[in-house]
C-alpha cells in the first residue's frame, strides 16, 4: 500500500517536506515491483537509492536542527542512525533471499518496515522540529533539492575515484 503525503506529515513546508515526499516515492517503489526474474535487482536498486538518500537527508536535517539550537537533536540522531542500521541490515537481507517466494516474502517486510519506519519518524520525531522552523530556514537556503544533492555526491565520489586508487609508491601515486 503506498504512502500518501497528508497535510499533518508536514514539517516545514519547504526542504525538509520536500525531502520527505521523495523518500516517500522511494518507498512507494517497492511497493510496485512485480514478481519477475529482475526482482531481487530491483528491490536492491531501490534500496541503494533509498540508503543514500536518506543518510544524506538525515545530514541535512541534523544541520539545521544544530543551526535552530533544537534540543532533541543528540535522540534525534541516535535515531537516524538506529534507522540506518536497520536499513543496511535489509540490504543484507535482499543480498540473501534467492528464490521467488523469499523475495516476495522479503518485499513484504521490506515495504512494512519502510512505511512504518518513514511516517512513524516523520509524525513522531520529526513533528518536534515544528516549533523550531523559523530558525531552520534561516539556514536552508542555498541547500540544494535532495535528488541534486545525492548527484552531487555521487559525482565527488566518482571524481575522488582515481585519486584513492594511486598507489604512493608508483609514480603519479
Known amino acids: 500500500m503506498s504512502i500518501v503525503w497528508r497535510d499533518r506529515m508536514s514539517i516545514d513546508g ?9 523518500l516517500i516515492g522511494l518507498v512507494n517503489e517497492v511497493d510496485s515491483v512485480r514478481p519477475s526474474p529482475a526482482m531481487p535487482e530491483q528491490l536492491a536498486a531501490i534500496l541503494a537509492r533509498l540508503d543514500a538518500y536518506a543518510r544524506i537527508h538525515f545530514e541535512r536535517e541534523e544541520r539545521l536542527q544544530a543551526a535552530a539550537g533544537f534540543p532533541y537533536a543528540s535522540a534525534h540522531h541516535r535515531r537516524h542512525a538506529d534507522l540506518a542500521r536497520q536499513l543496511d541490515a535489509m540490504r543484507a537481507e535482499c543480498g540473501k533471499a534467492v528464490a521467488p517466494q523469499e523475495m516476495l516474502t522479503f518485499q513484504n517486510r521490506l515495504g512494512d518496515f519502510l512505511h512504518q519506519w518513514l511516517v512513524d519518524h516523520i509524525v513522531k520525531a520529526d513533528i518536534l522540529m515544528k516549533p523550531f522552523v523559523a530558525k531552520m530556514q534561516l539556514h536552508a537556503g542555498g541547500i540544494p533539492p535532495l535528488a541534486e544533492a545525492v548527484q552531487r555526491r555521487e559525482a565527488d565520489r566518482t571524481a575522488d575515484q582515481p585519486r584513492r586508487n594511486r598507489h604512493p609508491a608508483l609514480p603519479g601515486g
Open 14 to 22: 519547504g526542504l525538509i517536506d520536500n525531502d520527505h515526499r521523495y
